[in-house]
């Protein structure tokens, strides 16, 4: 660990006990099999194979006696494999406390409701809308050749085998049932309606690069806009209130963002914890790099993004931009004058991994003050800030700009808005950033893979240079029509 785990909550209140691999994921889950009435023959195979899989690792199977309390209900933090279909009276909804207690699976013996002609859009509404259908976090589908998983976040892993194997359900499904997709509570961040500013030359600035960006983006079909929770079918109105109350009452759910880091002082790093005459130097983080020692400060960031719930494609930058940061551990928000409740600015799920990206990169700007004081990276961040950009795909390598480095195929697949998709986002940022060290190649971003999931863009360019780069035939199109 490049960070203690002591660390790691201090900066963005990651619990120590969040496994980061799969060895600690794999001991932390408690799962239970409660199967529908009239289990298909199929469906009582699989629940077979994937319990003998489960074991083969050392995840205990619970008796389904032993996962439920004194009231009948499962204990909390027990993962619910829901295998067939259920009449409303026995869902496993019904016998949680909440959504965010426990991952409900969906086991079903049929093929998944999408082909490979969906669009991105086709696929997530699909999903959402079978996850809202049957009260369940996660789907899986078995045919007689093949299995397949699907999420929240519109991802979808299929393995060509009618059985789950060992190591599948290590490398693939443990992840994803690791840790629970839930937006911040509002108790989690300090809210501050109307705060941010919008009559001045950073603003105004800021907001043409998010609407020139969101431009290059509105023909990709990749940046997935919007799903709304008033077109999904419900069982009935009361599942359809625990629904909007899971989703902290928002109308839908948009996937990716759009975000700029606004310009932050950084100072250098010290190979020791105090200044030169003794005393204590400013709050630090002990990070361990290049072999070394050293003690970064830690300091306030910001970002100005999409507020959640938005249509990127159609920003009204007075409506549809928040600022974020963090100060002291704290998160915040403030919202534009535009916004006039508290029910228009809801956190976005990503909350957390943009300030875990925007806190790495003043941590790697002090960094290179002190290991190459030179390095470009540190005075732009002091300068100009930095862009984020997020969707739900992965761009080719040649895409990739100049000075971005790569980071994270290799993570387990966890989904977004988890801790691990906090942590895994500062870790593999100063990993990244000290791989090019070791390259002697020039550090101006960070491109964070995060497997079955997206892409993060982090870095020097725009969100405009950055749209460009990643939808160069959009750019051209743009030209020619006289736009852009």
Request: glycine letters at 8%.
């Amino acid at each position: 660990m490049r960070i203690s785990s002591k660390a790691l909550r201090n900066l963005l209140g990651i619990h120590p006990d969040t496994p980061l691999d799969i060895d600690g994921m794999c001991e932390k889950i408690r799962p239970v099999i409660y199967p529908a009435p009239d289990l298909p023959e199929r469906l009582g195979r699989f629940c077979t194979k994937l319990v003998s899989g489960m074991l083969e690792l050392g995840i205990i199977v619970l008796p389904e006696a032993d996962a439920e309390g004194p009231d009948g209900r499962f204990r909390p933090g027990t993962v619910i494999f829901a295998p067939g279909h259920f009449p409303d009276s026995l869902l496993a909804i019904n016998r949680v406390s909440t959504l965010y207690n426990n991952i409900i699976v969906g086991i079903y013996d049929e093929p998944p409701p999408l082909d490979s002609s969906s669009t991105p859009q086709e696929r997530l509404d699909a999903i959402v809308g079978r996850l809202a259908r049957d009260m369940v976090h996660i789907l899986i589908f078995v045919t007689d050749r093949s299995w397949t998983i699907c999420t929240m976040n519109g991802g979808v892993v299929s393995f060509g085998t009618p059985f789950p194997s060992v190591n599948d359900i290590r490398n693939t499904l443990v992840p994803k049932l690791t840790a629970q997709v839930v937006p911040p509570r509002p108790e989690d961040l300090d809210i501050r309606y109307g705060e941010l500013t919008t009559e001045n030359d950073e603003f105004r600035s800021t907001a043409l690069d998010f609407m020139h960006c969101s431009a290059l983006w509105k023909h990709n079909h990749c940046l997935v806009t919007h799903t709304s929770t008033a077109g999904l079918e419900y069982r009935n109105a009361f599942y359809k209130r625990i629904v909007a109350r899971y989703l902290d009452q928002r109308s839908g759910m948009s996937y990716g963002f759009f975000a700029s880091q606004r310009p932050v002082a950084v100072a250098p790093a010290r190979y020791e914890a105090h200044t030169g005459n003794g005393s204590p130097a400013p709050h630090m983080v002990r990070i361990q790099f290049q072999n070394k020692t050293l003690f970064v400060p830690v300091t306030t960031v910001s970002v100005i993004m999409t507020r959640s719930g938005c249509r990127k494609h159609h920003l009204d930058p007075e409506k549809d931009l928040v600022e974020i940061g963090m100060t002291g551990g704290k998160a915040w928000m403030k919202t534009t004058a535009a916004f006039h409740g508290e029910y228009d600015a809801k956190p976005s799920f990503d909350t957390m991994t943009i300030l875990a990206h925007a806190l790495g990169n003043a941590l790697t700007a002090s960094i290179l003050k002190t290991v190459r004081p030179e390095a470009r990276f540190a005075f732009h961040l002091e300068r100009y800030g930095a862009s984020m950009t997020h969707w739900h795909d992965y761009p080719a390598e040649e895409l990739l700009p100049e000075g971005y480095h790569l980071h994270g195929n290799l993570n387990p697949p966890v989904s977004c808005s988890t801790p691990q998709s906090a942590a895994y986002s500062l870790l593999g940022k100063l990993a990244a950033l000290e791989k090019a060290l070791e390259e002697g190649r020039e550090y101006r971003g960070d491109v964070h893979i995060e497997p079955n999931h997206g892409t993060n863009v982090v870095g020097m360019l725009t969100l405009e240079e950055t749209a460009a780069a990643m939808n160069p035939e959009l750019k051209r199109t743009l030209k020619v029509n006289g736009a852009g």
